[in-house]
């Protein structure tokens, strides 16, 4: 099996070295399908990297992208690190934003030092609620979350079209099936002038750091990676393992919640949904190539969030599909996985072979 | 009442039943082959788009409709390969994997479609497959239309679900192919190659599970859009637990669901003017919830399901 958990200070610049690897291997192979289409690869990379970090406003756009994906990605990890497969995040997003738009259009009204934390509060608790579903359905009942969390992300969805069509519609949005307008004492406030960046990156930002936290310096923590690296063994030792589970669901989903919060109470303003071009699965790209480290996430989400908002750029130059960034996220993700594994491969090579018997 | 009475009495309800059900066959028997194998494909959705694209797509460039079938085919065995490497011989995390594989045929099918066709504003239509007409069964009363109505692929699909199931039940390799998914260490003190047995399967599986998707351009539609798997190949992963990993039960589990969808399709227009049209859009993904929970007690999981498998190594 592979080991996800990195162990020691030298073992953290290997990880860094592996996902550094993954991500320079994932843009050298995604040069082929960019010949494919025609494009000079260099000039392609250069307007990308233009389009990601070439200007204030460039750099702002691509901090913007990452915050949701800081978010989601978060999300995967904490739920990764405990072996609970939450593939849903996409779907604890939209249930994040909803619940932040039903908070935040006039259902409660006061300044914003209420209104504020009252939508992030309602959108992440939405985002774990949501994910409580599958975690008792697995704790209880023995279903597998990785189905569930995949088609409740359908679900979902949909359940935000019917909201927006129906109930929650905007009676001034002339029947486009778009949700009130946040309150402006309800939404996030703008970090920048002139500058679509908010306050979601600063609460992306804080979770990182209290996710960090929580894994290395807490019980609960420490439970959390006992239960990911040996369930069983985790539950003979007297670690609460349905406890874990329940509390690592709610926190994943809660992380995916507030992604949701921040997209729609920071930069859109209200709910459309088409709210996110699949921050949910770019999560688990992120996650991955993160090594499931809560502080190599924030890096691994400006890497994507550069790849996304560069090929915008760059398609808009070239006129090439921005299909190419999902590819290259695609295959930074496989890139990641084997890479991992390469790593893997150093480790046995640098012990003597009896030694790593007796180490088993 | 008398109304849904009609419904089930209607040769166009069945006909539509099994036209649902056709791609879930494809893809339920695909996702057994690899599971009985001891490896989760979660590559799924993702070849069931690749075979929607790579059909339509050689279809559209004149490779003829059967040729179009064994393009998806060798898409699908291609994206399949990807996922054997990565979770048999290197022995990777398949969920991780599989949801690797779906981003990446899905993503690379768009890109494709995309850049062959930059701007067109609506998708270029091929002559897809037409129903069948089985002289005498086609033109039997009732069930000639509810039964016998159907394009090539459909029989195809059936025809594949018998195959699996007399190659896994009565042929020496279905039966190595079952124990290498509950006991790879007694296959290789056999003599037989685990790994051959498990890439095999996986590449096989995701063949079928492409067709699935090839079923959806060339029989169910003309063209190919964005999205239109729409978690049609998760589903079928939750009807495979449904099914127990049985060829036989996967297609009446199929076929259940595809009477159900299309049941619900004709009770919307009933009661459509009540509930939103959402509520039954949903239906399909919260009734394979459904089944999973009903029969997540009694589910048998291969036994070496997820379990990557190292020579010489216990």
């Given at each position: 099996?592979?080991?996800?958990?990195?162990?020691?200070?030298?073992?953290?610049?290997?990880?860094?070295?592996?996902?550094?690897?993954?991500?320079?291997?994932?843009?050298?192979?995604?040069?082929?399908?960019?010949?494919?289409?025609?494009?000079?690869?260099?000039?392609?990379?250069?307007?990308?990297?233009?389009?990601?970090?070439?200007?204030?406003?460039?750099?702002?756009?691509?901090?913007?992208?990452?915050?949701?994906?800081?978010?989601?990605?978060?999300?995967?990890?904490?739920?990764?690190?405990?072996?609970?497969?939450?593939?849903?995040?996409?779907?604890?997003?939209?249930?994040?934003?909803?619940?932040?738009?039903?908070?935040?259009?006039?259902?409660?009204?006061?300044?914003?030092?209420?209104?504020?934390?009252?939508?992030?509060?309602?959108?992440?608790?939405?985002?774990?609620?949501?994910?409580?579903?599958?975690?008792?359905?697995?704790?209880?009942?023995?279903?597998?979350?990785?189905?569930?969390?995949?088609?409740?992300?359908?679900?979902?969805?949909?359940?935000?079209?019917?909201?927006?069509?129906?109930?929650?519609?905007?009676?001034?949005?002339?029947?486009?099936?778009?949700?009130?307008?946040?309150?402006?004492?309800?939404?996030?406030?703008?970090?920048?002038?002139?500058?679509?960046?908010?306050?979601?990156?600063?609460?992306?930002?804080?979770?990182?750091?209290?996710?960090?936290?929580?894994?290395?310096?807490?019980?609960?923590?420490?439970?959390?990676?006992?239960?990911?690296?040996?369930?069983?063994?985790?539950?003979?030792?007297?670690?609460?393992?349905?406890?874990?589970?329940?509390?690592?669901?709610?926190?994943?989903?809660?992380?995916?919640?507030?992604?949701?919060?921040?997209?729609?109470?920071?930069?859109?303003?209200?709910?459309?949904?088409?709210?996110?071009?699949?921050?949910?699965?770019?999560?688990?790209?992120?996650?991955?190539?993160?090594?499931?480290?809560?502080?190599?996430?924030?890096?691994?989400?400006?890497?994507?969030?550069?790849?996304?908002?560069?090929?915008?750029?760059?398609?808009?130059?070239?006129?090439?599909?921005?299909?190419?960034?999902?590819?290259?996220?695609?295959?930074?993700?496989?890139?990641?996985?084997?890479?991992?594994?390469?790593?893997?491969?150093?480790?046995?090579?640098?012990?003597?072979?009896?030694?790593?018997?007796?180490?088993? | 009442m008398s109304d849904i009475l009609e419904i089930f009495m209607s040769a166009s309800f069945w006909a539509a039943a099994i036209r649902i059900a056709t791609p879930l066959i494809f893809g339920v028997i695909g996702a057994l082959i690899?599971?009985?194998?001891?490896?989760?494909?979660?590559?799924i959705?993702?070849i069931f788009t690749?075979g929607a694209m790579a059909g339509w797509?050689a279809v559209w460039?004149g490779a003829g409709l059967w040729g179009g079938v064994l393009v998806a085919a060798?898409?699908g065995?291609?994206?399949?390969?990807?996922?054997?490497?990565?979770?048999?011989?290197?022995?990777?995390?398949?969920?991780?994997?599989?949801?690797?594989?779906?981003?990446?045929?899905?993503?690379?099918?768009?890109?494709?479609?995309?850049?062959?066709?930059?701007?067109?504003?609506?998708p270029p239509r091929i002559e897809a497959f037409q129903s069948l007409d089985i002289p005498v069964l086609s033109d039997l009363p009732f069930l000639g239309p509810a039964l016998f109505q159907q394009t090539p692929l459909t029989f195809l699909a059936l025809f594949l679900v018998a195959a699996t199931a007399y190659v896994l039940y009565r042929?020496?390799?279905?039966?190595?192919?079952?124990?290498?998914?509950?006991?790879?260490?007694?296959?290789?003190?056999?003599?037989?190659?685990?790994?051959?047995?498990?890439?095999?399967?996986?590449?096989a599986g995701?063949a079928i599970m492409a067709l699935g998707g090839a079923f959806l351009t060339m029989s169910a539609f003309d063209a190919f859009f964005?999205?239109m798997v729409n978690g049609r190949g998760?589903i079928c992963?939750a009807l495979t637990?449904f099914a127990s990993w049985r060829p036989g039960k996967a297609l009446l589990g199929a076929l259940l669901f595809g009477a159900f969808d299309a049941f619900q399709v004709r009770l919307q227009t009933e009661v459509g003017s009540?509930i939103?049209g959402?509520?039954f859009l949903m239906m399909p993904y919260i009734l394979s919830?459904a089944a999973?929970?009903?029969?997540?007690?009694?589910?048998?999981?291969?036994?070496?399901?997820?379990?990557?498998?190292?020579?010489?190594?216990?």
């Open positions: 099996m592979i080991r996800f958990e990195p162990r020691g200070p030298v073992a953290v610049s290997r990880m860094v070295g592996v996902s550094v690897t993954a991500a320079l291997a994932a843009l050298v192979l995604a040069a082929i399908p960019m010949l494919f289409a025609g494009l000079s690869v260099l000039e392609a990379y250069g307007l990308m990297i233009k389009g990601a970090w070439g200007s204030l406003f460039a750099f702002t756009e691509m901090l913007t992208r990452a915050a949701p994906l800081i978010l989601t990605g978060l999300a995967a990890a904490v739920a990764f690190r405990a072996k609970l497969w939450n593939i849903g995040a996409e779907g604890q997003l939209y249930a994040g934003a909803l619940a932040a738009v039903a908070v935040g259009t006039g259902l409660i009204s006061g300044p914003s030092f209420v209104l504020v934390p009252a939508v992030i509060l309602a959108g992440a608790l939405a985002g774990g609620l949501v994910m409580l579903v599958p975690t008792l359905l697995k704790t209880r009942l023995g279903v597998d979350e990785v189905v569930t969390t995949l088609l409740l992300n359908f679900v979902i969805l949909l359940f935000v079209q019917m909201m927006l069509e129906g109930p929650m519609q905007d009676p001034m949005g002339m029947g486009w099936p778009q949700s009130e307008p946040i309150l402006d004492e309800a939404a996030l406030p703008k970090l920048m002038d002139r500058m679509r960046i908010h306050w979601g990156l600063i609460i992306a930002l804080t979770a990182s750091l209290g996710v960090y936290f929580l894994l290395k310096r807490t019980v609960w923590g420490f439970e959390i990676r006992a239960v990911g690296e040996n369930a069983s063994a985790a539950r003979h030792a007297g670690i609460p393992v349905t406890a874990t589970f329940i509390r690592v669901g709610l926190l994943s989903g809660a992380l995916a919640g507030l992604a949701g919060v921040g997209e729609v109470a920071g930069l859109k303003g209200y709910l459309t949904a088409d709210l996110s071009p699949g921050f949910g699965y770019s999560g688990i790209v992120v996650a991955m190539l993160a090594g499931l480290s809560p502080i190599g996430v924030v890096f691994a989400a400006l890497f994507i969030a550069s790849i996304f908002v560069g090929a915008d750029s760059m398609s808009r130059a070239t006129g090439v599909s921005n299909y190419l960034a999902d590819l290259i996220v695609a295959i930074s993700l496989l890139c990641v996985l084997v890479s991992g594994l390469f790593l893997r491969f150093r480790i046995r090579l640098a012990s003597t072979r009896p030694a790593q018997e007796t180490a088993k | 690899c599971e009985r194998a001891g490896v989760l494909n979660l590559g959705e993702g690749a797509m460039l060798l898409a065995g291609f994206f399949g390969l990807i996922h054997a490497v990565l979770t048999v011989p290197l022995g990777l995390s398949q969920h991780v994997s599989g949801i690797g594989v779906t981003l990446f045929a899905t993503s690379l099918s768009y890109f494709i479609y995309r850049t062959a066709l930059p701007d067109v504003s609506s042929t020496p390799l279905g039966l190595a192919i079952q124990a290498v998914g509950d006991n790879p260490a007694a296959v290789e003190s056999q003599g037989l190659s685990v790994y051959g047995l498990r890439i095999g399967a996986i590449v995701s964005f999205g998760w992963i637990v009540f939103p959402q509520v919830i999973l929970i009903v029969v997540a007690r009694r589910a048998d999981y291969p036994r070496a399901l997820l379990v990557p498998y190292f020579k010489g190594q216990r």
